[in-house]
T-cell receptor, first 115, second 110 residues
Framework: DTGVSQDPRHKITKRGQNVTFRCDPI?????LYWYRQTLGQGPEFLTY????????KSRLLSDRFSAERPKGSFSTLEIQRTEQGDSAMYLC?????????????FGNGTRLTVT | SQQGEEDPQALSIQEGENATMNCSYK?????LQWYRQNSGRGLVHLIL?????REKHSGRLRVTLDTSKKSSSLLITASRAADTASYFC??????????FGTGTRLKVLA
């Protein structure tokens, strides 16, 4: 169990640029989640996958955001035409198969700064 | 907003004292979990309580759940400086989607 890995840890980009983040979950985990967290707030749900299927996407997520998990292993989160309001910590979490009575395992996040 | 509400937003106590933080939510739930987050890091799971449970203990942690009031509390006994962190509740309503609360920032003074 090497834990959930996120890359990069930090990303600084100019407004209007596209960015992509990667998450590698714990290998046996079939559910993968993306959250966004701004300073002083709790994590805000963005989307989640069960294997390669994206089962739910937040209505708060604009069309500029897209997430994929093509082979049911790692996942990518892309933000197109970034805006200053996208500056936040983007957290990935995974959980094992079975019931929902299991904890989420979080990575250390990708901190995005849009200038 | 679906997000849970936590209070207090911030709490400062002396080492050795107990810390209590509360979480309220609006939907029906299957389970509620508590997480801890150190500054700039990911969240770490602390404890899970099922909707049919009223109280659960784990070491110095005690969690209660009142589904009629849609609220939960986390008690940390005999706090230590190392307990300084933000604490979040998270609830799941049957769709594997976890909604987090707004968090309580705990500071334990040595």
């Amino acid at each position: 169990d090497t834990g959930v890995s996120q890359d990069p840890r930090h990303k600084i980009t100019k407004r209007g640029q596209n960015v992509t983040f990667r998450c590698d979950p714990i290998s046996e985990h079939n559910r993968l989640y993306w959250y966004r967290q701004t300073l002083g707030q709790g994590p805000e749900f963005l989307t989640y996958f069960q294997n390669e299927a994206q089962l739910e996407k937040s209505r708060l997520l604009s069309d500029r955001f897209s997430a994929e998990r093509p082979k049911g292993s790692f996942s990518t989160l892309e933000i197109q035409r970034t805006e200053q309001g996208d500056s936040a910590m983007y957290l990935c979490a995974s959980s094992p198969p079975g019931t929902a009575l299991v904890p989420l395992h979080f990575g250390n996040g990708t901190r995005l700064t849009v200038t | 907003s679906q997000q849970g509400e936590e209070d207090p937003q911030a709490l400062s106590i002396q080492e050795g004292e107990n810390a209590t933080m509360n979480c309220s939510y609006k939907t029906s739930i299957n389970n509620l979990q508590w997480y801890r987050q150190n500054s700039g890091r990911g969240l770490v799971h602390l404890i899970l309580i099922r909707s049919n449970e009223r109280e659960k203990h784990s070491g110095r942690l005690r969690v209660t759940l009142d589904t009629s009031k849609k609220s939960s509390s986390l008690l940390i006994t005999a706090s230590r400086a190392a307990d300084t962190a933000s604490y979040f509740c998270a609830f799941e309503g049957g769709t594997y989607k976890y909604i987090f609360g707004t968090g309580t920032r705990l500071k334990v003074l040595a």
